[in-house]
């Protein structure tokens, strides 16, 4: 009898209707999937179940950030909490912010997105190669990790006492990098393969074009127009803004010797920022991509973010993906100790930022991402909850 009196209570709330105020407590709380095994648990249950000491969520709809809020636990060495403003790594969330700056660069006419970049960059190029005879690399295909690069990098980071390497060296695989080389494996345009490496020299290109540190331009690009008030590229993080900032924590959600780790290849995995920021960003996005709001692009430099350069499931910056009847573009990320997700529907005005600070924090943002989807009746195969 308790079981099917928890049937018949499982029913009754799915399909009963949920007024708009309600619709966080539904994401926090779960119950949402009689099957799912997960869906019975609280945030705070997920995390303690996956050992995530914290994560910061932002749902966005209607072109607005309906609600946002920290869950759990900062840094476990002080067990300080989360909220809102806590800065937590974005990993290759970084990737399509710094695309945004470059499309911004060429809208102002420094470069074109389609020329060689060996023809821009001064502080280095890529190395000639039987790959590049006959072809060369643009920014287009570096953005949408076409180039024909074949380091697949992920970057591991840097312990904030270690030498830091120069973009250059990071590129040649030379001391006291710690990842290998970034050389031609491929014909640009064949094949998508994953590149950070391709999104560093991005960076490398915005350095020689501007001659200004790295941080600094991104803020007077994007982060500052966007009014993203809690987002730095700043790597090493500051002591100022590491007072309310995540530590990284390991599988266990365990403390790891340093807070987190340095990121010099910045353009790919070096921004610090919360799930609000992340929000506004799409939601630019989302707004000037249907000429709404241009604070940084216009309607056809934005377009170019969202659309498939024809090889591959990514445009300039953004994964694209079709769920259902809907077409999204979203972006995750992954650094030490830290698991980042931004999803947003290419029209609509809707989608989620998640950020956790825990090498296993994909299982909380997979099960978080399942729950709003399907709160906020999602274009996709999520199961919607009436209204």
Do not use: C
């Amino acid at each position: 009898m308790k079981y099917f009196n928890a049937f018949v209570f499982s029913v009754v709330f799915w399909v009963s209707p949920v007024s708009g105020q309600d619709l966080q407590i539904l994401v926090e709380r779960g119950g949402l999937d009689f099957q799912n095994n997960l869906a019975h648990l609280t945030i705070d249950e997920l995390l303690q179940l996956f050992n995530v000491p914290g994560v910061s969520v932002a749902v966005f709809e209607d072109y607005e950030i309906q609600w946002a809020r920290g869950y759990g636990i900062a840094d476990v060495e002080t067990g300080s909490s989360v909220d809102t403003d806590t800065l937590f790594q974005a990993a290759s969330i970084s990737k399509p912010v710094n695309a945004m700056a470059v499309l911004k660069s060429a809208e102002d006419g420094l470069f074109s997105i389609d020329e060689d970049v060996n023809g821009l960059l001064t502080s280095w190029r890529i190395p000639e190669s039987d790959y590049t005879q006959n072809a060369f690399v643009s920014a287009r295909m570096l953005a949408s990790h076409t180039s024909g690069l074949g380091d697949g990098f992920g970057f591991p980071g840097y312990d904030p006492d270690t030498p830091l390497p120069t973009l250059p060296q990071i590129f040649d695989g030379e001391d006291p990098s710690n990842v290998g080389n970034v050389r031609m494996a491929r014909t640009p345009m064949t094949a998508y393969h994953y590149s950070g490496g391709g999104t560093t020299i991005l960076q490398q290109l915005l350095l020689d074009t501007y001659n200004e540190p790295y941080a600094e331009l991104m803020d007077r690009l994007v982060l500052n127009p966007l009014a993203m008030t809690r987002s730095t590229y700043l790597q090493p993080l500051p002591a100022e803004l590491d007072r309310n900032a995540a530590r990284g924590h390991g599988f266990e959600g365990e403390a790891r010797g340093p807070k987190w780790h340095v990121y010099p290849e910045q353009a790919a995995a070096g921004l610090w920022t919360t799930a609000t920021d992340l929000a506004k960003f799409a939601i630019e996005v989302q707004l000037s991509y249907l000429d709404r709001s241009n604070k940084v692009l216009n309607k056809q430099s934005t377009g170019e973010m969202v659309s498939p350069v024809g090889v591959g499931p990514v445009g300039f910056g953004f994964f694209l993906e079709k769920r259902g009847e809907g077409w999204y573009f979203d972006h995750s990320g992954g650094n030490w100790g830290f698991r980042a997700q931004l999803t947003a529907h290419k029209v609509k005005g809707y989608g989620y930022a998640i950020m956790t600070n825990a090498a296993m924090g994909g299982r909380v943002i997979a099960e978080l991402s399942r729950r709003i989807e399907a709160v906020y009746k999602f274009d996709s195969n999520a199961e919607p909850v009436p209204r």
